[in-house]
């Protein structure tokens, strides 16, 4: 059993950053694949960033160039670094752990945390 919790969310102006850590407890992110998915009022979780154990990455192409999915394999944390936030960034951010080699299948991930709340203002 994983269990994974999100933090680092917040309000942040147009155009600002923010840094979002999920951590692991219970077991180690070992072999797991570890993604972020975002939900906004009145739509279906989306697909943001992947990052395998072997430290490839995979980006939605609406976060590309502007958000940095990484781990710390060591601290059993991944990372999500957001710059140049947009007003349709907001959403609830999910991390969430999955040992497929999909990554981009919200189904496929076995593992969740509670979310943590991005808002962005214009």
């Known amino acids: 059993q994983v269990q994974l919790v999100e933090s680092g969310g917040g309000l942040v102006q147009a155009g600002g950053s923010l840094r979002l850590s999920c951590a692991a407890s219970?077991?180690?992110?070992?072999?797991?694949?570890v993604g972020w998915f975002r939900q906004a009022p009145g739509k279906e979780r989306e697909f943001v960033a992947a990052?395998?154990?072997?430290?490839?990455?995979y980006y939605a192409d609406s976060v590309k160039g502007r958000f940095t999915i990484s781990r710390d394999n060591a601290k059993n944390t991944v990372y999500l670094q957001m710059n140049s936030l947009k007003p349709e960034d907001t959403a609830v951010y999910y991390c969430?752990?999955?040992?497929?080699?999909?990554?981009?299948?919200?189904?496929?991930?076995?593992?969740w945390g509670q979310g943590t709340q991005v808002t962005v203002s214009s």
């Open positions: 969430a752990a999955s040992s497929s080699g999909i990554v981009r299948v919200t189904s496929l991930y076995r593992y």
């Open positions: 219970g077991r180690t992110f070992s072999g797991y694949t």
């Open positions: 990052i395998t154990w072997s430290g490839n990455t």
